[in-house]
């Protein structure tokens, strides 16, 4: 199956125009497309089937509890799944199915270990000071991202967990796991522009633990392009794809290739 991939967009500030990827089956948005959501848009009477998840800056300047609603019915609107702890089936012209597992996984800070949490706490005001979103009404702070973060690693961990049946003839039968978060899954994600600071750790999660699980981790979030493989020696590899474009006016869209795909 081949699958086009595409994240942080930043619609709100930068001009593009997506184009869908000849032969890709599916296309997959990793979050922060646009904080206006405005941009959503330029995927409607998209060929193939879209599945995309939010990212921190689809919250920006929105109450929690009244953007996620919202944003799943714009996009629905538009022909978009919005995924949010959500497990769907992808099936590709061979026949073969893959799960996708899909949520934001925002960032706990844990990405250097309990004892660096506070450091990395700190280092992440950015989630008040540029987003300046709301939960119930009280700011979105980092203790709130990581009581969220704590909860979406729980469900991922759990879905990881779970095994296909048996028989390849039943329908929910699967062939490989892909996962779909906004934020990185590896210290091995970082932005090599400002590496293992403590700021970091609002970028990515030590979830190294969890790829093994998955033949396939797809993020966004950082402004730089990934694509490397873990080797698991006998529980097999992972490949980890990130394929952001980010802000042009600072380079970050230089050699960006808006039809990047993946193939299953």
Not at 119 to 140: H, I, Q
Not at 220 to 230: E, K
């Amino acid at each position: 199956m081949r699958l086009q991939i595409l994240s942080d967009l930043h619609l709100e500030t930068e001009s593009f125009t997506p184009v869908p990827a000849p032969g890709a089956e599916a296309l997959l948005l990793a979050g922060d497309i646009d904080a206006r959501w405005e941009g959503y848009r330029l995927f409607a009477g998209w060929p193939v089937p879209i599945y995309a998840i939010a990212g921190n800056h689809e919250f920006d300047r929105r109450e929690w509890n009244e953007a996620w609603p919202a944003l799943r019915a714009h996009l629905q609107g538009l022909g978009i799944r919005l995924l949010e702890k959500e497990a769907v089936l992808l099936q590709g012209a061979d026949g073969r199915r893959h799960r996708l597992l899909a949520c934001t996984r925002w960032c706990d800070f844990d990405l250097f270990g309990p004892s660096r949490r506070d450091k990395a706490l700190r280092a992440a005001r950015y989630f008040v000071d540029v987003m300046r979103s709301t939960r119930n009404g009280l700011p979105f702070d980092a203790a709130a991202v990581r009581e969220e973060a704590l909860d979406s690693r729980a469900w991922l961990a759990a879905a990881l967990r779970q095994r296909p049946p048996a028989d390849p003839a039943d329908p929910g039968h699967w062939h490989s796991t892909v996962v779909m978060t906004h934020f990185g899954p590896s210290l091995k994600s970082a932005d090599p522009r400002y590496g293992a600071q403590p700021a970091t750790a609002s970028f990515c999660n030590a979830d190294d633990g969890l790829l093994p699980a998955a033949q396939l981790w797809i993020h966004g979030h950082l402004h730089c392009r990934h694509d490397y493989t873990v080797d698991h020696g006998p529980a097999g590899r992972t490949r980890v794809v990130c394929s952001a474009r980010g802000h042009s006016h600072s380079g970050e869209a230089d050699g960006h290739d808006p039809l990047a795909c993946v193939l299953l």
